[in-house]
């Protein structure tokens, strides 16, 4: 099974940026997303890159983080520009193996994830 990590998390003052990485452990041609979830709260859809067409972000976000993808390193990136305290959370990439150009916001229509990183933001 296809392993994702995740790194890159840390501290962060509010209108500052972080990148996020996202390594799997064998080349996959299938979407990527990224999640983030706060305690108590269901994982919530940062945005993700399909097989094919554009990528997609969540209105939270749009204009201020950018999702991308090296394909020769097989890495999923999440740059994080100004940043606020809402954006606190911890941070996981996904993926599923389905071909298509069809995504779900939905975190249970992914079936690989990776461990998560930590994001906090101070005002």
């Known amino acids: 099974a296809v392993q994702l990590a995740e790194s890159g998390g840390g501290a962060v003052q509010a209108g500052g940026s972080l990148r996020l990485s996202c390594a799997a452990s064998e080349y996959i041609f299938m979407p990527w997303a990224w999640f983030r979830q706060t305690p108590g709260k269901e994982r919530e859809w940062v945005g993700h890159?399909?097989?094919?067409?554009?990528?997609t972000y969540a209105d939270s976000v749009k204009g201020r983080f950018t999702i991308s993808h090296d394909n020769a390193k097989n890495i999923l990136y999440l740059q994080m520009d100004s940043l606020n305290v809402d954006d606190t959370a911890k941070y996981y990439c996904?993926?599923?193996?389905?071909?298509?150009?069809?995504?779900?916001?939905?975190?249970?229509?992914?079936?690989?994830w990776g461990q998560g990183t930590q994001v906090t933001v101070s005002s």
């Open positions: 996904a993926a599923r193996a389905v071909s298509g150009r069809y995504c779900s916001n939905f975190w249970k229509w992914w079936n690989y």
């Open positions: 890159i399909p097989n094919t067409g554009p990528i």
